[in-house]
């Protein structure tokens, strides 16, 4: 198991429509998607630097998790997303080396990438997402 490079970052944001604004108008980047997913209760919005994604999320339910971590933590980082060649290897490499997972099995993200997240109780602190086409 070995990340190929930084996916993403995900920053969650109150406002998906101010913090485009934001990355639009300071930043100079241009949003090429919006998408929102559904059964995972949030709004997205996506920049290109270079090889790596900026994913905007916005919580569309007040009980999504975005939401919770909006309340607790306030706007900012939610997680790195390394890119793997196959997330659901990568999921039992990281289970097999005792960490602990959020995801046991790959499940469909935006971009129709296949993601999992690993508990940030493992990971130090950090929540970390595998994410890649298989």
């Known amino acids: 198991m070995k990340?190929?490079?930084i996916e993403h970052i995900g920053i969650a944001v109150?406002?998906?429509?101010?913090?485009?604004k934001y990355y639009q108008d300071v930043l100079g980047l241009e949003c090429y998607n919006i998408e929102e997913v559904a059964d995972q209760k949030v709004k997205t919005a996506?920049?290109?630097v270079g090889?790596?994604?900026i994913e905007l999320l916005e919580s569309t339910d007040p009980e999504g998790t975005?939401?919770?971590f909006i309340e607790k933590r306030g706007e900012g980082v939610h997680?790195?997303?390394?890119?793997?060649?196959?997330v659901a290897t990568a999921l039992n490499e990281a289970a097999d080396k005792g960490v602990q997972l959020i995801d046991k099995a790959p499940r469909k993200g935006a971009e129709n990438l296949m993601i999992g997240f690993l508990h940030?109780?493992?990971?130090?602190?950090?929540?970390?997402?595998?994410c890649g086409k298989k």
């Open 66 to 68: 975005i939401a919770k």
């Open 120 to 130: 940030p109780k493992s990971t130090k602190g950090v929540l970390t997402e595998f």
């Open 79 to 86: 997680h790195i997303a390394f890119a793997m060649e196959d």
């Open 14 to 20: 109150k406002n998906l429509d101010e913090a485009i």
């Open 3 to 5: 990340p190929t490079h």
């Open 46 to 48: 996506f920049f290109q």
């Open 51 to 53: 090889q790596t994604k």
